[in-house]
Antibody
Framework: EHLVDFGGDVVQPGESLTLSCAASGFLFRTYGMHWVRQAPGKGLEWVAFISYYGDTFYTDSVKGRFVISRDDSKDTLYLEMSRLRIEDTATYFC????????????????WGKGTTVTVSS | EIVLTQSPATLSLSLGDRATLSCRASQTVGNYLAWYQQRPGQAPILLIY???ERATGIPARFSGSGSGADFTLTISSLEPEDFALYYCQQRADWPRTFGQGTKVEVK
């Protein structure tokens, strides 16, 4: 089970950016997926979740600005980020939702290495 | 949102010591709590889920306990690779939240 997250860049406040996460080694279409971020020198912050059937959830600070989506035909997860703020600067990790015997546990049991987003003027 | 408060912020211990980390929730989360380890420059690793269940491949020296709002991660005898950051995370309610972390450092 392997996740590769990419797409991070340096952008200006107000701009948009899309992160991607390529999955392999597991049946992607049957798992929920998370995005978690970590600002420089700070702790982990859960950002968003998409279920295998497409329901989405977000932390309050990104609602209306970020959209999590998935393309099961490409085994790929996305995070579309718009109206970026300086406080969105972080390493963004995609993570697989833990599942045991088809039961969702909403913990993260496989993680990508992270991709860095820097928002700066 | 459920706030998770971890203590202490830093734990200074020696190889072979027992480490006891605490996570307190602002409201009950039942047993819906996990612990993660994060080494510098790496992604987190799931250690414990549902308060006391060890994740696949996690050594027996890691154990979790607690329910409701008070939880503990115990490392029975510290190995060199255990000096790292540790986070708790709840799945009882949206948004999912993490604690601010406890750093286990070499004394």
């Amino acid at each position: 089970e392997h996740l590769v997250d990419f797409g991070g860049d340096v952008v200006q406040p107000g701009e948009s950016l899309t992160l991607s996460c390529a999955a392999s080694g597991f049946l992607f279409r049957t798992y929920g997926m998370h995005w978690v971020r970590q600002a420089p020198g700070k702790g982990l912050e859960w950002v968003a979740f998409i279920s295998y059937y497409g329901d989405t959830f977000y932390t309050d600070s990104v609602k209306g600005r970020f959209v999590i989506s998935r393309d099961d035909s490409k085994d790929t997860l996305y995070l579309e980020m718009s109206r970026l703020r300086i406080e969105d600067t972080a390493t963004y990790f995609c993570a697989k939702n833990m599942e045991i015997d088809t039961v969702d546990y909403h913990y993260m049991d496989v993680w990508g290495k992270g991709t860095t987003v820097t928002v700066s003027s | 949102e459920i706030v998770l408060t971890q203590s202490p912020a830093t734990l200074s211990l020696s190889l072979g010591d027992r480490a006891t980390l605490s996570c307190r929730a602002s409201q009950t989360v039942g047993n819906y709590l996990a612990w993660y380890q994060q080494r510098p420059g790496q992604a987190p690793i799931l250690l414990i889920y549902d308060a006391s269940e060890r994740a696949t491949g996690i050594p027996a020296r890691f154990s979790g306990s607690g329910s409701g709002a008070d939880f503990t991660l115990t490392i029975s005898s510290l190995e060199p690779e255990d000096f790292a950051l540790y986070y708790c995370q709840q799945r009882a309610d949206w948004p999912r939240t993490f604690g601010q972390g406890t750093k286990v450092e070499v004394k």
